[in-house]
């Protein structure tokens, strides 16, 4: 690990980290820090049925005082690019360019700190120059992937380990101390030496433990070379998901055999990740998407999370036919509105909420045999009296090749005198975040 002495001043928290910060009153009780291509995100798994699964539990079990932090080589350009592709929840912590950049939040504020951190023995322009003297070996990658502490080329393999030493030492003379990493037998990235998803994290702990929310626990989550820093982390659980590879797993072999808070998971990518939080009790780790029927749900998990996760678990279902067509569904949706309880459409349309709940009993496998998921990101409820919650979201709808989402707003009450007693929806907001143009509008239930 390299040192994290030169670390900015703590006492001046920049603005990006207060707002994770803040958002928690106390430690994390759990922060999972992924990487996303063939561990978050399975590329074999067109359905995105592990990733799904992952969402559900983590909006209705961990949301609300849990930290999600993704780590990716990505640059932010080709990161957005996933998050069109598949559905990814927002992370409250976005670690992209192998370790070089960190932001927060949904905004995506860069960390100051970190980026001063990385500024010392690191001159871009020099790394311009010096690697210019090697026209024949490098191939300058795409503009959007050379960022303001990560220089990057294709390599050929044979040409590889040579230009990696010429370069190292020239660095060196110029006075930087850089990291070189090959990988894939094509790329390669010449870094700072302080930076990587190992140290990166790193320096994210030693923020929260500053602050004094250290998360309770931590589960790193990865598949290849590059992850392998963030296993050697002390104090955090780990997980190689099933298709790790073999880099990881001999890097594991030999450097953490005897470890016992790191596993190989027997599931591929997001299911390894559920394993894993199972295998090491950091919490429920029994996603929604594995309930059969809500009705005969259990009541242990309440939260007003759980309960929007539920509902348009329940409404995707319902679409693809895969409940009964029973009236008895319908019925307990109602059962659980309040009758002079509004729903706003994001047409600006204005109904009463039982009544939108008998338009959607009409809906009833309309989307059976086709392509139709619906995903909720960024629950967050706050209290807003002793029996009622102010809860918002992002309600996503994938059809076919078109997503759209909507930020709702939600007031929920509860029903009996106990959260066991489940709730009652009183009011529905909604307000377009992404459409398609022209699409018709109507087709948005709810
Ligand atoms: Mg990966």
Same mark, same amino acid.
């Given at each position: 690990?390299?040192?994290?002495?030169?670390?900015?001043?703590?006492?001046?928290?920049?603005?990006?980290?207060?707002?994770?910060?803040?958002?928690?009153?106390?430690?994390?009780?759990?922060?999972?820090?992924?990487?996303?291509?063939?561990?978050?995100?399975?590329?074999?798994?067109?359905?995105?049925?592990?990733?799904?699964?992952?969402?559900?539990?983590?909006?209705?079990?961990?949301?609300?005082?849990?930290?999600?932090?993704?780590?990716?080589?990505?640059?932010?350009?080709?990161?957005?690019?996933?998050?069109?592709?598949?559905?990814?929840?927002?992370?409250?912590?976005?670690?992209?360019?192998?370790?070089?950049?960190?932001?927060?939040?949904?905004?995506?504020?860069?960390?100051?700190?970190?980026?001063?951190?990385?500024?010392?023995?690191?001159?871009?322009?020099?790394?311009?120059?010096?690697?210019?003297?090697?026209?024949?070996?490098?191939?300058?990658?795409?503009?959007?992937?050379?960022?303001?502490?990560?220089?990057?080329?294709?390599?050929?393999?044979?040409?590889?380990?040579?230009?990696?030493?010429?370069?190292?030492?020239?660095?060196?003379?110029?006075?930087?101390?850089?990291?070189?990493?090959?990988?894939?037998?094509?790329?390669?990235?010449?870094?700072?030496?302080?930076?990587?998803?190992?140290?990166?994290?790193?320096?994210?702990?030693?923020?929260?433990?500053?602050?004094?929310?250290?998360?309770?626990?931590?589960? @790193?989550?990865?598949? #290849?070379?590059?992850?392998?820093? &963030?296993? !050697?982390?002390?104090? *955090? $659980?780990?997980?190689?998901?099933?298709?790790?590879?073999?880099?990881?797993?001999?890097?594991?072999?030999?450097?953490?055999?005897?470890?016992?808070?790191?596993?190989?998971?027997?599931?591929?990518?997001?299911?390894?990740?559920?394993?894993?939080?199972?295998?090491?009790?950091?919490?429920?780790?029994?996603?929604?998407?594995?309930?059969?029927?809500?009705?005969?749900?259990?009541?242990?998990?309440?939260?007003?999370?759980?309960?929007?996760?539920?509902?348009?678990?329940?409404?995707?279902?319902?679409?693809?036919?895969?409940?009964?067509?029973?009236? @008895?569904?319908?019925? #307990?949706?109602?059962?659980?509105? &309040?009758? !002079?309880?509004?729903? *706003? $459409?994001?047409?600006?349309?204005?109904?009463?909420?039982?009544?939108?709940?008998?338009?959607?009993?009409?809906?009833?496998?309309?989307?059976?045999?086709?392509?139709?998921?619906?995903?909720?990101?960024?629950?967050?409820?706050?209290?807003?009296?002793?029996?009622?919650?102010?809860?918002?979201?992002?309600?996503?709808?994938?059809?076919?090749?078109?997503?759209?989402?909507?930020?709702?707003?939600?007031?929920?009450?509860?029903?009996?005198?106990?959260?066991?007693?489940?709730?009652?929806?009183?009011?529905?907001?909604?307000?377009?975040?992404?459409?398609?143009?022209?699409?018709?509008?109507?087709?948005?239930?709810?």
């Amino acid at each position: 690990m390299g040192e994290m002495k030169a670390i900015v001043n703590f006492g001046n928290v920049p603005v990006g980290s207060r707002i994770i910060m803040d958002r928690l009153n106390t430690s994390a009780r759990l922060m999972i820090v992924s990487d996303l291509d063939h561990t978050m995100v399975d590329h074999h798994d067109s359905e995105n049925l592990s990733l799904l699964r992952f969402n559900a539990l983590w909006e209705a079990n961990y949301r609300h005082d849990s930290l999600l932090v993704f780590s990716t080589g990505r640059s932010p350009t080709l990161y957005k690019q996933l998050r069109k592709e598949k559905p990814m929840l927002t992370p409250d912590i976005t670690i992209m360019s192998v370790g070089t950049e960190i932001t927060y939040g949904n905004s995506m504020v860069p960390d100051d700190g970190w980026v001063e951190y990385l500024n010392q023995k690191w001159d871009k322009d020099i790394v311009r120059e010096e690697t210019s003297k090697f026209p024949e070996e490098l191939t300058l990658q795409a503009e959007t992937e050379q960022r303001a502490h990560k220089v990057s080329f294709y390599v050929k393999k044979d040409k590889a380990q040579a230009v990696t030493k010429a370069l190292s030492e020239a660095l060196e003379k110029r006075g930087l101390d850089v990291k070189i990493i090959y990988s894939g037998g094509i790329d390669l990235d010449i870094l700072p030496q302080g930076a990587g998803k190992g140290q990166a994290l790193a320096y994210l702990l030693k923020k929260f433990r500053t602050e004094g929310k250290l998360p309770v626990n931590t589960l @790193v989550c990865g598949d #290849s070379g590059n992850d392998a820093e &963030l296993f !050697s982390i002390p104090e *955090v $659980h780990g997980v190689m998901v099933k298709n790790a590879q073999e880099e990881l797993l001999q890097w594991h072999a030999e450097n953490a055999r005897d470890n016992p808070k790191i596993i190989h998971a027997k599931e591929r990518c997001a299911a390894g990740i559920i394993e894993a939080i199972g295998y090491f009790h950091l919490g429920p780790n029994l996603s929604p998407r594995d309930v059969g029927d809500f009705l005969e749900c259990k009541l242990e998990n309440v939260n007003p999370g759980h309960e929007v996760v539920k509902f348009y678990l329940f409404y995707e279902r319902w679409r693809r036919a895969e409940v009964a067509h029973s009236e @008895v569904y319908i019925a #307990s949706l109602k059962a659980n509105s &309040l009758p !002079s309880g509004v729903f *706003v $459409h994001p047409s600006g349309l204005e109904q009463q909420l039982t009544d939108r709940i008998s338009a959607l009993g009409s809906h009833y496998g309309d989307k059976q045999g086709q392509q139709f998921r619906v995903w909720v990101d960024r629950v967050l409820a706050s209290e807003i009296s002793s029996d009622a919650w102010l809860v918002k979201f992002n309600k996503w709808e994938l059809s076919g090749e078109e997503r759209q989402s909507c930020v709702t707003t939600a007031i929920l009450s509860l029903k009996g005198s106990s959260i066991s007693d489940g709730f009652t929806w009183v009011h529905v907001h909604q307000t377009w975040l992404e459409r398609s143009e022209g699409k018709d509008e109507s087709a948005w239930i709810v």
